[in-house]
């Protein structure tokens, strides 16, 4: 049969074409050969231009055999190909509407235009996707192989697929709009057809890369050809369920469906789609949904763009997605709350809005606080953020704040570090967008609204006592409720009397007046349906009695019943006789409200008006003053979040307190004062943000001019400094160095600055001493700002006084040190450090007024007199000389107060006397400057030194450079080798500072030891000398003297811990507990062996000094000064400590110890030992707050599965039910696995006997109960198992279930009873008190000195329990950290016998000096 008269069928595969198929069905008949395609190409070309586009019905097996063999023919050839068929087509396309017009067209012309209309389509549809084929392969591999290769050789060849797509979709879309409907019968296009052309569309959207920029054409194109379909070919099913099979396999496509489908319900008004698409996504399971990931990660993303693009079009179709709310993959959750988010914004914002939008907004907003408490942080955090959205766009309704800005509030303390962030950023974009007013001040705030308030009142008082009746307004209630009313008396009606109605009962003795009463009140409580009821009882009881009386019979009976409860209702005080009543109630009421007189009516209506005013105002002031106090609440959890480990939360933190302070809150000082300290932070970002927020804060004022500016700028940062303490002046310090580095200050700023220093401006003394801290700030990163003016500095502000200002002077002092303070001695080999000479002006004013001073008791000259010591050795040449001739006058002038007689008239025979305070500033003086020497002999004269054997060695080096090159031997000394030539220069003179340390600082000849023998008496003799000031400045000043020699400090370490233990000063416990924490980082072999003296500050009565000593400790322990015992557990102690600080202090011990290894894991038995011991532990509740913070640092499984073992063997050992309690609670802490599980099954006859005790039961159970929640259902056995034999054994005891075990058990206590006298003979022996040692006989302080209530127990003379450890296994050994000779192996009591420490010290290795 020709093929003319053949139907051409579109194939599911090509292979079908080869087939013979049904009657009248086109068959290939051969597939050419390779070498015959380019001839039998150039003969179809030849009938095309003859013939048109019906040739290819006799040269159709051509094309066929070109796609057939496409992998293997020319590429140029594809190319002519492609471009053939693209004339083919086109010509086709311009001759079919000539063809469908032709109303003379026979069946067989039109069937042959619709068999060629296929197989041209048919062709180039196929030819396009084996081009996108090979492309996709060639790209892939091109990949492997680098992108610039094959984008080469794709020029290289003339032809780039990707721009060829384009023309063919646009040649297809030309083609679809045409109405070749006509040539199919009944005038409908098959399916095959569309299929086959839209089908190509989506293989082609298939490719990754068609979502990048450059193929936006191909993308467009193919989107217009798809619209095409949808409008006129019925597509839209078939589309749909395409769509949502793409985005649940192709991540990539999620956009570029975005945007078709936004372009088909607008463009070509296809709003249906959107409906069909999003009732698919909403009929999907959700239970589907939360295991395919990548689908609803698609869906997610679809809806969540498709709401910003077209949200009035897909608002609609909401309410099939809401099912999605309550299922259980949150990415569709944060999808549809998303879409609402946008509809809110886009479509339902404004105050015009109808009845119902606003009804939809409002549900809208209500689910979305809803799932602000959604169990999935990542929901709550995306609610935040939509909320953040909102109020940016102001389409928040001012109803709503105060529920949002609570709901921000609560998460701030949200355990998700993602959702707090949020949190955070949603709260300072309330601030930044609130309606109420740029300065947030409670403070500011109450006034005026109390004010306006009490106006409000006064204002409804006038109201009430002029309105005329309250008729109208009970007239207005009742036309309120009357269609509720009315129904209500309907439906009962309808009821049978016959039915039973249940309602109010009436009273045997209640009178008609009372029943009326009762009817009226259930009106009022809109308990309708009762009050009918009884209205109905009534009328039949009380037919004789007012108001019941009154009935027109005439009328109906729901006529009569309303008339009845309306003026039962209204009471009194309108007439029951009016017949009109009942007819025009509203007629009525009206004619009683309207007033005579029309100017009264207009006055009204104007007080009516003002008052409504009035009490909008009030509202807006009660709005505003509840938002600014939740503000304040929120500033006082977001100023704890300031030092989270997060850095992006820090940040938020950070520019939050920016924007606080900005609206004018108080207490945003507090949080900008907080994160100075953050300055210093090694995270960059977070220093950075500090940077930034100062600058915003500080450095950009307002004001009109520069010097303006600068005002404003030096009085807010004055006002930083007030009561500040000395680390934050420090970080202030380092924030405007880094300004005045570059150069953010400018010049004004330092201008008014001198100006109030040299008092050429008026200003307080305050003022001023603050503008020299500023100038000493900036003068760190700029020193020529205070050395270019040092004379200008020391002549107007060290001038004499008759009353000197010593704070002034101090400040001075620190500012000019600064002018050295970024030059390290010995930095420059050849430039020599920065040195003042002796007879400078600024050091004989410091000498005068520390001298003039030291005679006047000035609390101010102490700080002074430190800080110019200070500066004298920091910049004199020379300085010991100054200080001496200082320390020479003082000292003079003591003798001579001391040879005065007596200022009373007292017999001469009564001995001199000596002002205190005299004695008190002599001493801190020779402190100082004990101080001051040691730290110019170790820096600056070590370093001077060190410059100068450099400097000589190079000029010797030099001069024999000559030599060394003539002498070519490659001979060098070992020393040399290794490197040691410098290291043993610096050695020796480190060994010359040490000797003149040791030998001559304290040595008869020099002026420092002629304080001494009065230091020392002093200190021993507290009673003698009883004065606080006297005694804290003895104190600090043996503690300086200490520092100079490791002899002399050997010599009096007894002194300093008798003084430390038994002064009754806590000023003084604390200075010395700093004082010895120094000295043992210098001398740290002499203060080793009184370690324990030291962990016995932790349990001081005064929480200053135990702060002080945690601070110690910390820092000896973690610099590895202090080798880690098991007193630690003192520190654990002050995890419950009543002062806050302290128990802060104590937690970031453990976690910064918890850091450095096993070290937690190693000291934990013997801590549960100490805590738990009946005599010197803790109490039951704070033990488990101790245990929950150690525990929490157990994550690995080797350790938790030791533990297990350890804590389990402990029972044995264990006496008492209080341990027992203990051991079991800590180990339902522990993070239990399925290993540490059968150690505890492996282990179960040491505890099984004490599962009787309920509490030691719930918490085995408690362990077993978390393991179940993770455990595999392998595990899961394991656990039912073990749970069974745990409730065995507490119902019926450990014999009921295992004899054999229980017969071993019993014979186990035997043990350690036998050996209980010699072991408590031992430990009676090895238990000093607290303070006792081989060389230190101090007698311990009195147990009623420290009053801490519910932390520890009284200490009883019961025997001390021992818990020894058991022998540990092999694993246990894995887990075991290097240091693992520290953790004892034998749990000891609090204090080890001397001989051990002793025996230990000889093991210690020895520590150099520093």
């Given at each position: 049969m020709?093929?003319q008269?053949?139907?051409?069928?579109?194939p599911?595969?090509?292979?079908e074409?080869l087939k013979?198929?049904?009657?009248?069905?086109?068959?290939?008949?051969?597939?050419?050969?390779?070498?015959?395609?380019?001839?039998?190409?150039?003969?179809?070309?030849?009938?095309?231009?003859?013939?048109?586009?019906?040739?290819?019905?006799?040269?159709?097996?051509?094309?066929?055999?070109?796609?057939?063999?496409?992998?293997?023919?020319?590429?140029?050839?594809k190319?002519?190909?492609?471009?053939?068929?693209?004339?083919?087509v086109?010509?086709?396309?311009?001759?079919?509407?000539?063809?469908?017009?032709?109303t003379?067209?026979?069946?067989?012309?039109?069937?042959?235009?619709?068999?060629?209309l296929?197989?041209?389509?048919?062709?180039?549809?196929?030819?396009?996707?084996?081009?996108?084929?090979?492309?996709?392969?060639?790209?892939?591999?091109g990949?492997?192989?680098?992108?610039?290769?094959?984008?080469?050789?794709?020029?290289?060849?003339?032809?780039?697929?990707?721009?060829?797509?384009?023309?063919?979709?646009?040649?297809?879309?030309?083609?679809?709009?045409?109405?070749?409907?006509?040539?199919?019968?009944?005038?409908?296009?098959?399916?095959?057809?569309?299929?086959?052309?839209?089908?190509?569309?989506?293989?082609?959207?298939e490719?990754?890369?068609?979502?990048?920029?450059?193929?936006?054409?191909?993308?467009?194109a193919?989107?217009?050809?798809?619209g095409?379909?949808?409008?006129?070919?019925?597509?839209m099913?078939?589309?749909?369920?395409?769509i949502?099979?793409?985005?649940?396999?192709?991540?990539?496509?999620v956009?570029?469906?975005?945007?078709?489908?936004?372009?088909?319900?607008?463009?070509?008004?296809?709003?249906?789609?959107?409906?069909?698409?999003?009732?698919?996504?909403?009929?999907k399971?959700?239970?589907?949904?939360?295991?395919?990931?990548?689908?609803?990660?698609?869906?997610?993303?679809?809806?969540?763009?498709?709401?910003?693009?077209?949200?009035?079009?897909?608002?609609?179709?909401?309410?099939?997605?809401?099912d999605?709310?309550?299922?259980?993959?949150?990415?569709?959750?944060?999808?549809?709350?998303?879409?609402?988010?946008?509809?809110?914004?886009?479509?339902?914002?404004?105050?015009q809005?109808?009845e119902?939008?606003?009804?939809?907004r409002?549900?809208?907003?209500?689910?979305?606080?809803?799932?602000?408490?959604?169990?999935?942080?990542?929901?709550?955090?995306?609610?935040?953020?939509?909320?953040?959205?909102?109020?940016?766009?102001?389409?928040?309704?001012?109803?709503?704040?105060?529920?949002?800005?609570?709901?921000?509030?609560?998460?701030?303390?949200?355990?998700?570090?993602?959702?707090?962030?949020?949190?955070?950023?949603?709260?300072?974009?309330?601030?930044?967008?609130?309606?109420?007013?740029?300065?947030l001040?409670?403070?500011?705030?109450?006034?005026?609204?109390?004010?306006?308030?009490?106006?409000?009142?006064?204002?409804?008082?006038?109201?009430?006592?002029?309105?005329?009746?309250?008729?109208?307004?009970?007239?207005?209630?009742?036309?309120a409720?009357?269609?509720?009313?009315?129904?209500t008396?309907q439906?009962?009606?309808?009821?049978?009397e016959?039915?039973?109605?249940?309602?109010?009962?009436?009273?045997?003795?209640?009178?008609?007046?009372?029943?009326?009463?009762?009817?009226q009140?259930l009106?009022?409580?809109?308990?309708?349906?009762?009050?009918?009821?009884?209205?109905?009882?009534?009328?039949c009881?009380?037919?004789?009695?007012a108001?019941?009386?009154?009935?027109?019979?005439?009328?109906?009976?729901?006529?009569?019943?309303?008339?009845?409860?309306?003026?039962i209702?209204?009471?009194?005080?309108?007439?029951?006789?009016?017949?009109?009543?009942?007819?025009?109630?509203?007629k009525?009421?009206?004619?009683?409200?309207?007033?005579?007189?029309?100017?009264?009516?207009?006055?009204?209506?104007?007080?009516?008006?003002?008052?409504?005013?009035?009490?909008?105002?009030?509202?807006?002031?009660?709005?505003?003053?509840?938002?600014?106090?939740?503000?304040t609440?929120?500033?006082?959890?977001?100023?704890?979040?300031?030092?989270?480990?997060?850095?992006?939360?820090?940040?938020?933190?950070?520019?939050?307190?920016?924007?606080?302070?900005?609206?004018?809150?108080?207490?945003?000082?507090?949080?900008?004062?907080?994160?100075?300290?953050?300055?210093w932070?090694?995270?960059?970002?977070?220093r950075?943000?500090?940077?930034?927020?100062?600058?915003?804060?500080?450095?950009?004022?307002?004001?009109?001019?520069?010097?303006?500016?600068?005002?404003?700028?030096?009085?807010?940062?004055?006002?930083?400094?007030?009561?500040?303490?000395?680390?934050?002046?420090?970080c202030?310090?380092?924030?405007?160095?880094?300004?005045v580095?570059?150069?953010?200050?400018?010049?004004?700023?330092?201008?008014?600055?001198?100006?109030?220093?040299?008092e050429?401006?008026?200003?307080?003394?305050?003022?001023?001493c603050?503008?020299?801290?500023?100038l000493?700030?900036?003068?760190?990163?700029?020193p020529?700002?205070?050395?270019?003016?040092?004379?200008?500095?020391?002549?107007?502000?060290?001038?004499?006084?008759?009353?000197?200002?010593?704070?002034?002077?101090?400040?001075i002092?620190?500012?000019?040190?600064?002018?050295?303070?970024?030059?390290?001695?010995?930095?420059?080999?050849?430039h020599?450090p920065?040195?003042?000479?002796?007879?400078?002006?600024?050091?004989?004013?410091?000498?005068?007024m520390?001298?003039?001073g030291?005679?006047?008791?000035?609390?101010?000259?102490?700080?002074f007199?430190?800080?110019?010591?200070?500066?004298?050795?920091?910049?004199?040449?020379?300085?010991?000389?100054?200080?001496?001739?200082?320390?020479?006058?003082?000292?003079?002038?003591?003798?001579?107060?001391?040879?005065?007689?007596?200022?009373?008239?007292?017999?001469t025979?009564?001995?001199?006397?000596?002002?205190?305070?005299?004695?008190?500033?002599?001493?801190?003086?020779?402190?100082?400057?004990?101080?001051?020497?040691?730290?110019?002999?170790?820096?600056?004269?070590?370093?001077?030194?060190?410059?100068?054997?450099?400097?000589?060695?190079?000029?010797?080096?030099?001069?024999?450079?000559?030599?060394?090159?003539?002498?070519?031997?490659?001979?060098?000394?070992?020393?040399?080798?290794?490197?040691?030539?410098?290291?043993?220069?610096?050695?020796?003179?480190?060994?010359?500072?040490?000797?003149?340390?040791?030998?001559?600082?304290?040595d008869?000849?020099?002026?420092?030891?002629?304080?001494?023998?009065?230091l020392?008496?002093v200190?021993?003799?507290?009673?003698?000398?009883?004065?606080?000031?006297l005694?804290?400045?003895?104190?600090?000043?043996?503690?300086?003297?200490?520092m100079?020699?490791?002899?002399?400090?050997?010599?009096?370490?007894?002194?300093?811990?008798?003084?430390?233990?038994?002064?009754?000063?806590?000023i003084?416990?604390?200075?010395l507990?700093?004082?010895?924490?120094?000295?043992?980082?210098?001398?740290?072999?002499?203060?080793?062996?009184?370690t324990?003296?030291?962990?016995?500050?932790?349990r001081?009565?005064?929480?200053?000094?135990?702060?002080?000593?945690?601070?110690?400790?910390?820092?000896?322990?973690?610099?590895?000064m202090?080798?880690?015992?098991g007193?630690?557990?003192?520190?654990?102690?002050?995890?419950?400590?009543?002062?806050?600080?302290?128990?802060?202090?104590?937690?970031?011990?453990?976690?910064?110890?918890?850091?450095?290894?096993?070290?937690?894991?190693?000291?934990?038995?013997?801590?549960?030992?100490?805590?738990?011991?009946?005599?010197?532990?803790?109490?039951?509740?704070?033990f488990?707050?101790?245990?929950?913070?150690?525990l929490?640092?157990i994550?690995?499984?080797?350790?938790?599965?030791?533990?297990?073992?350890?804590?389990?063997?402990?029972?044995?050992t264990?006496?008492?039910?209080?341990?027992?309690?203990?051991?079991?609670?800590?180990?339902?802490?522990?993070?239990l696995?399925?290993?540490?599980?059968?150690?505890?099954?492996?282990?179960?006859e040491?505890?099984?006997?004490?599962?009787?005790?309920?509490?030691?039961?719930?918490?085995?159970?408690?362990?077993?109960?978390?393991?179940?929640?993770?455990?595999?259902?392998?595990?899961?056995?394991?656990?039912?198992?073990?749970?069974?034999?745990?409730?065995?054994?507490?119902?019926?005891?450990?014999?009921?279930?295992?004899?054999?075990?229980?017969?071993?058990?019993?014979?186990?206590?035997?043990?350690?009873?036998?050996?209980g006298?010699?072991?408590?003979?031992?430990?009676?022996?090895?238990?000093?008190?607290?303070?006792?040692?081989?060389?230190?006989?101090?007698?311990?302080?009195?147990?009623?000195?420290?009053?801490?209530?519910?932390?520890?127990?009284?200490?009883?003379?019961?025997?001390?329990?021992?818990?020894?450890s058991?022998?540990?296994?092999?694993?246990?050994?894995?887990?075991?950290?290097?240091?693992?000779?520290?953790?004892?192996k034998?749990?000891?009591?609090?204090?080890?016998?001397?001989?051990?420490?002793?025996k230990?010290?000889?093991?210690?290795?020895?520590?150099?000096?520093?």
């Amino acid at each position: 049969m020709p093929p003319q008269l053949c139907e051409f069928h579109l194939p599911l595969s090509p292979e079908e074409l080869l087939k013979s198929g049904g009657v009248n069905q086109y068959v290939v008949q051969e597939v050419l050969s390779v070498k015959q395609l380019p001839s039998q190409l150039r003969v179809f070309q030849v009938a095309f231009r003859t013939q048109g586009p019906l040739a290819v019905l006799d040269h159709f097996d051509t094309l066929y055999s070109i796609l057939y063999h496409f992998r293997s023919i020319d590429p140029d050839l594809k190319e002519d190909v492609l471009e053939f068929l693209m004339k083919v087509v086109s010509r086709h396309s311009q001759d079919l509407p000539a063809v469908l017009d032709d109303t003379t067209l026979s069946v067989s012309d039109r069937s042959a235009h619709l068999n060629a209309l296929k197989m041209n389509c048919y062709s180039l549809i196929r030819l396009v996707e084996s081009f996108e084929s090979t492309t996709s392969k060639t790209s892939l591999m091109g990949q492997d192989h680098g992108g610039k290769g094959k984008k080469s050789r794709t020029k290289a060849q003339g032809f780039d697929w990707e721009e060829a797509r384009q023309p063919v979709l646009q040649l297809l879309t030309q083609l679809l709009q045409l109405d070749i409907c006509r040539l199919w019968n009944h005038s409908v296009v098959e399916e095959e057809f569309v299929s086959l052309l839209t089908g190509c569309c989506y293989r082609l959207l298939e490719n990754p890369s068609i979502s990048h920029q450059k193929n936006r054409p191909t993308r467009e194109a193919i989107t217009h050809l798809l619209g095409v379909a949808l409008t006129r070919y019925n597509h839209m099913l078939s589309a749909t369920l395409k769509i949502i099979q793409m985005l649940q396999h192709f991540e990539h496509l999620v956009s570029v469906l975005v945007a078709a489908v936004s372009l088909w319900s607008t463009e070509y008004g296809m709003k249906s789609i959107v409906g069909e698409i999003v009732r698919e996504i909403g009929q999907k399971c959700p239970q589907e949904l939360s295991r395919d990931a990548s689908g609803a990660k698609g869906y997610a993303a679809f809806l969540t763009e498709l709401a910003e693009q077209i949200p009035t079009i897909m608002m609609s179709s909401m309410s099939v997605l809401l099912d999605h709310l309550d299922g259980e993959n949150y990415m569709m959750r944060n999808a549809v709350l998303a879409a609402m988010t946008e509809m809110v914004l886009q479509v339902l914002n404004g105050d015009q809005l109808e009845e119902a939008a606003r009804g939809t907004r409002d549900q809208f907003l209500d689910t979305l606080q809803t799932h602000g408490h959604d169990i999935n942080s990542f929901v709550r955090s995306r609610v935040l953020q939509l909320f953040t959205r909102i109020v940016q766009q102001k389409a928040l309704p001012l109803t709503r704040f105060q529920a949002v800005v609570t709901l921000a509030v609560g998460r701030l303390a949200d355990k998700s570090v993602l959702v707090s962030k949020n949190a955070i950023q949603l709260l300072a974009t309330f601030l930044a967008n609130n309606p109420y007013t740029c300065k947030l001040s409670d403070t500011d705030l109450s006034r005026p609204l109390q004010k306006e308030t009490q106006k409000l009142q006064e204002m409804r008082a006038k109201h009430r006592a002029a309105a005329p009746s309250v008729v109208p307004d009970l007239e207005e209630e009742w036309e309120a409720m009357l269609p509720e009313v009315q129904s209500t008396l309907q439906q009962l009606l309808k009821v049978p009397e016959g039915d039973e109605k249940k309602g109010e009962n009436l009273g045997d003795k209640e009178t008609a007046e009372e029943v009326a009463k009762r009817i009226q009140q259930l009106l009022v409580k809109a308990s309708y349906k009762h009050a009918i009821t009884l209205t109905q009882e009534a009328t039949c009881r009380f037919q004789e009695e007012a108001p019941f009386n009154h009935m027109n019979q005439e009328e109906s009976e729901e006529t009569r019943i309303l008339g009845l409860l309306r003026s039962i209702f209204k009471g009194p005080a309108v007439s029951s006789q009016d017949k009109n009543l009942q007819v025009s109630p509203d007629k009525t009421a009206s004619r009683e409200a309207i007033p005579e007189d029309k100017h009264e009516m207009a006055e009204n209506n104007s007080d009516k008006e003002e008052l409504v005013k009035q009490e909008m105002l009030v509202q807006y002031l009660q709005d505003a003053y509840n938002f600014s106090l939740q503000v304040t609440e929120a500033i006082g959890i977001i100023s704890k979040m300031m030092y989270e480990n997060t850095t992006s939360v820090v940040q938020e933190v950070i520019e939050f307190f920016v924007t606080v302070h900005q609206f004018g809150v108080p207490q945003a000082l507090l949080g900008v004062r907080r994160m100075l300290p953050l300055v210093w932070s090694k995270e960059p970002g977070v220093r950075e943000a500090v940077l930034n927020a100062y600058r915003q804060l500080y450095l950009h004022p307002k004001g009109d001019s520069a010097r303006a500016k600068a005002q404003t700028l030096i009085q807010n940062l004055s006002l930083l400094l007030v009561d500040a303490s000395v680390g934050t002046i420090q970080c202030l310090e380092e924030i405007l160095c880094e300004f005045v580095q570059k150069g953010e200050l400018k010049p004004a700023v330092t201008q008014l600055l001198w100006e109030r220093i040299t008092e050429k401006v008026s200003c307080s003394p305050l003022e001023r001493c603050s503008s020299v801290m500023l100038l000493g700030m900036m003068a760190k990163g700029k020193p020529e700002i205070v050395g270019s003016n040092l004379d200008t500095l020391v002549s107007v502000a060290l001038e004499e006084k008759e009353e000197q200002d010593y704070r002034l002077a101090q400040q001075i002092c620190q500012a000019i040190a600064n002018i050295s303070g970024n030059q390290k001695p010995g930095q420059g080999k050849s430039h020599p450090p920065f040195r003042l000479p002796q007879d400078h002006r600024l050091f004989e004013r410091l000498q005068e007024m520390v001298i003039k001073g030291f005679v006047h008791p000035d609390p101010l000259w102490i700080p002074f007199k430190e800080a110019a010591v200070t500066l004298i050795y920091q910049l004199a040449e020379g300085p010991e000389v100054i200080c001496a001739r200082i320390l020479q006058g003082c000292g003079k002038q003591t003798l001579e107060r001391i040879q005065d007689p007596s200022t009373t008239e007292e017999s001469t025979k009564t001995a001199p006397t000596l002002p205190t305070f005299l004695l008190m500033n002599l001493l801190s003086l020779a402190g100082d400057v004990a101080l001051q020497q040691l730290v110019h002999l170790e820096q600056a004269v070590s370093s001077e030194l060190r410059r100068r054997r450099v400097l000589r060695e190079e000029q010797e080096e030099a001069k024999t450079k000559g030599q060394k090159e003539k002498n070519t031997s490659n001979e060098t000394t070992m020393e040399e080798e290794l490197g040691l030539v410098g290291a043993s220069a610096d050695d020796t003179e480190a060994e010359l500072i040490r000797s003149i340390c040791e030998m001559e600082l304290l040595d008869g000849k020099q002026a420092l030891s002629v304080f001494v023998p009065l230091l020392l008496k002093v200190c021993n003799n507290p009673g003698l000398y009883s004065d606080p000031a006297l005694s804290t400045a003895a104190s600090l000043a043996l503690g300086k003297f200490c520092m100079i020699s490791a002899t002399f400090c050997d010599s009096q370490l007894r002194l300093l811990f008798t003084m430390l233990e038994k002064s009754s000063l806590p000023i003084v416990r604390s200075n010395l507990m700093v004082a010895i924490g120094d000295l043992a980082i210098r001398f740290p072999n002499l203060v080793e062996p009184w370690t324990p003296n030291l962990y016995a500050r932790l349990r001081d009565p005064a929480s200053q000094v135990r702060k002080t000593a945690g601070l110690v400790m910390t820092h000896l322990i973690l610099k590895d000064m202090v080798r880690v015992k098991g007193q630690v557990s003192e520190m654990a102690v002050l995890l419950i400590d009543p002062e806050p600080e302290v128990a802060a202090l104590a937690k970031n011990f453990f976690n910064e110890l918890a850091g450095k290894g096993n070290v937690v894991y190693n000291l934990l038995p013997d801590i549960i030992s100490r805590l738990s011991d009946p005599e010197n532990g803790v109490e039951e509740e704070p033990f488990h707050t101790i245990m929950r913070q150690l525990l929490s640092y157990i994550t690995k499984d080797k350790q938790t599965e030791s533990l297990v073992e350890k804590l389990c063997q402990r029972f044995r050992t264990a006496r008492t039910e209080r341990q027992h309690r203990d051991l079991a609670y800590c180990l339902s802490l522990l993070p239990l696995t399925e290993r540490g599980l059968r150690k505890m099954q492996d282990n179960f006859e040491c505890f099984g006997d004490k599962l009787s005790d309920e509490t030691i039961f719930s918490a085995f159970l408690a362990a077993v109960s978390k393991l179940r929640r993770w455990a595999k259902p392998e595990g899961k056995a394991l656990v039912d198992e073990f749970e069974q034999k745990l409730r065995s054994c507490h119902t019926r005891g450990l014999d009921a279930t295992q004899e054999p075990e229980t017969d071993q058990g019993a014979a186990q206590p035997s043990k350690p009873t036998a050996r209980g006298p010699s072991s408590d003979t031992s430990l009676r022996q090895g238990l000093p008190s607290t303070a006792s040692d081989n060389d230190f006989v101090t007698p311990p302080p009195r147990g009623t000195s420290r009053q801490r209530p519910n932390t520890r127990k009284q200490v009883s003379r019961k025997t001390t329990i021992v818990f020894s450890s058991d022998e540990s296994s092999d694993e246990e050994c894995l887990a075991e950290m290097t240091e693992d000779d520290e953790t004892p192996k034998k749990t000891t009591p609090i204090r080890r016998a001397s001989t051990r420490s002793q025996k230990a010290l000889r093991r210690l290795p020895p520590i150099p000096v520093v």
